[in-house]
């Protein structure tokens, strides 16, 4: 047996979501190894290599652990959630008051004896989606009443979004949006998600007041500054208009792999602004190429949803596949000026550890859920 057939045997599950995997993390490696020229000159003395080789054993052990979470079954997912939930809460809390400060934000912490930093939203983000799928899809009988909705629904995601926010604000809301769409779809009463959706303004006008006292903890000067950039420049900021010249350079088919000119003047253009410098490198037709990934995974997420025999696996297939998906055409609006900066990452293609690790768990929790569906079709 030669290995290209041992490989894809080993490969259980969506066919199709395994091979947008490893077309983004193609995509990922070449254009992460091309955006971090001028970081390597300015921090490494011109070894790029060393940042190619740090981003290649992430991304090598990210699809490590995507194919160890698609080996076990999805429903274990569903007992642990509880207890992922609890340890994020405090991760959180400690996060906040002790937090690695870096670029004026504290959503890392530095793990002790090692010196690796991790971001605990992502590690959050992920236990509140899994949760989520677990109440709502074992209250279907009685998703209705206030009781089974409010506490242990409603709160969880108050509590979690309301902590995350502080330093995360893009990333709390479109958690906060993940988890209404979840309760939408899981058929919660209309009435709940409209309470939710105004509970979660009342949070949010709390944290910009605190941000007034305390605003080296909750960053409302941020938000501010950049919806006012947003609104008072037509064309963008800085790091706006870096990637408009970028993806104009692009035209049709690109300047070519490593040929970037704005990777040395754009900001994060291996990390917020990546679609740029891909845009630039590839075209138009590179740029739709990523946008075809993201729109490819939904809907064969979609395509689960409707086969999954339990609730549990349909909602936690579409929480992940809506987190991961919106997140992607957020980072893209950024870059073509839709909505404000946000800081938001490209799942699966942007530099950085942890964002990476979790992108690829939830690809194995999906297709944990996916595999589980095959091997029921199979059987009858």
Request: aromatic share 12%; glycine share 8%.
């Amino acid at each position: 047996m030669s290995l290209a057939t041992r490989i894809y045997a080993e490969l259980q599950g969506d066919r199709a979501i395994w091979a947008v995997i490893a077309l983004l993390a193609l995509f990922s490696v070449m254009a992460v190894y091309s955006s971090t020229g001028t970081l390597a000159y300015r921090e490494m003395g011109g070894n790029t290599e060393s940042f190619l080789v740090k981003h290649l054993l992430i991304v090598v052990g990210g699809l490590f652990l995507t194919y160890l979470a698609h080996l076990m079954h999805y429903m274990k997912y569903s007992r642990s959630a509880p207890v992922l939930l609890l340890i994020s809460v405090p991760l959180l809390i400690y996060t906040i008051a002790f937090g690695a400060d870096i670029n004026d934000a504290r959503r890392w912490i530095e793990v002790p004896f090692v010196g690796v930093t991790f971001q605990t939203s992502d590690f959050a983000k992920l236990a509140l989606i899994i949760y989520l799928a677990r109440m709502i899809g074992s209250k279907q009988d009685y998703i209705k009443d206030f009781q089974s909705a409010f506490v242990p629904i409603i709160v969880p995601v108050l509590i979690i979004c309301g902590l995350i926010a502080p330093a995360d604000l893009s990333t709390a809301i479109l958690l906060f949006f993940t988890s209404i769409m979840m309760m939408f779809v899981g058929r919660v009463a209309l009435q709940y998600i409209a309470l939710l959706l105004l509970l979660g303004i009342v949070v949010f006008a709390m944290l910009v007041l605190l941000g007034e006292f305390f605003p080296d903890v909750v960053r409302s000067d941020t938000w501010v500054n950049r919806v006012r950039e947003y609104m008072d420049n037509p064309d963008g900021g800085y790091q706006v208009q870096q990637a408009k010249i970028a993806m104009a350079n692009g035209e049709w088919l690109g300047l070519g792999p490593g040929n970037s000119i704005q990777r040395n003047y754009l900001p994060s253009p291996y990390s917020d602004f990546i679609y740029a410098i891909i845009v630039e490198e590839y075209g138009i037709f590179g740029g739709f190429a990523i946008i075809g990934l993201y729109v490819a995974l939904f809907f064969r997420s979609t395509r689960l949803v409707t086969k999954s025999p339990k609730a549990f696996g349909a909602m936690l297939v579409i929480g992940l596949s809506i987190s991961l998906v919106l997140q992607a055409f957020i980072n893209i609006a950024v870059s073509v000026h839709l909505v404000p900066v946000t800081g938001v990452t490209l799942p699966m293609v942007s530099m950085g550890g942890t964002s990476i690790l979790f992108t690829c768990i939830s690809f194995g929790m999906i297709l944990s859920v996916s595999k589980y569906i095959e091997t029921v079709d199979g059987g009858g």
